[in-house]
């Protein structure tokens, strides 16, 4: 059974960085593809960034802007986002997923089988 738990996450101000990380276990995540999404309340879950473990890309969503960034260290089953620059429309439960058969980084997250519960990130201004 896979799990993954993510970590990391917390309150704060603008302009600052937060590191979350997602830990798995259960399975070696070698071949799975990566990703981070998150979700505010009565919004739906949106695609934050996507590791590839087929050709090694990363994929990020639109507002990211270069601010994030997803690296990976699939021997020891964890996977990291690195936020900078936080704003407080960062704010957010943020969610790590898993699957082995998505198709490059996939930004849809119905395609997702595993997932975390989620961390929440709070950014004030």
């Known amino acids: 059974q896979i799990q993954l738990v993510e970590s990391g996450g917390g309150s704060v101000q603008t302009g600052d960085s937060l590191t979350l990380t997602c830990t798995g276990t259960?399975?070696?995540?070698?071949?799975?593809?990566m990703a981070w999404f998150r979700q505010t309340p009565g919004k739906e879950r949106e695609f934050v960034a996507s590791?590839?473990?087929?050709?090694?890309?990363?994929y990020y969503g639109d507002f990211v802007k270069g601010r994030f960034s997803i690296t990976r260290n699939s021997a020891k089953n964890v996977a990291w986002l690195q936020m900078n620059n936080l704003e407080p429309n960062d704010t957010a439960i943020y969610y790590c997923?898993?699957?082995?058969?998505?198709?490059?980084?996939?930004?849809?997250?119905?395609?997702?089988?595993?997932w975390g519960k989620g961390t929440l990130v709070t950014v004030s201004s």
């Open positions: 997923a898993a699957d082995s058969a998505v198709e490059d980084g996939s930004p849809i997250w119905s395609e997702y089988s595993y």
């Open positions: 259960g399975r070696i995540f070698s071949r799975y593809d």
């Open positions: 590791s590839s473990w087929s050709n090694g890309n990363t």
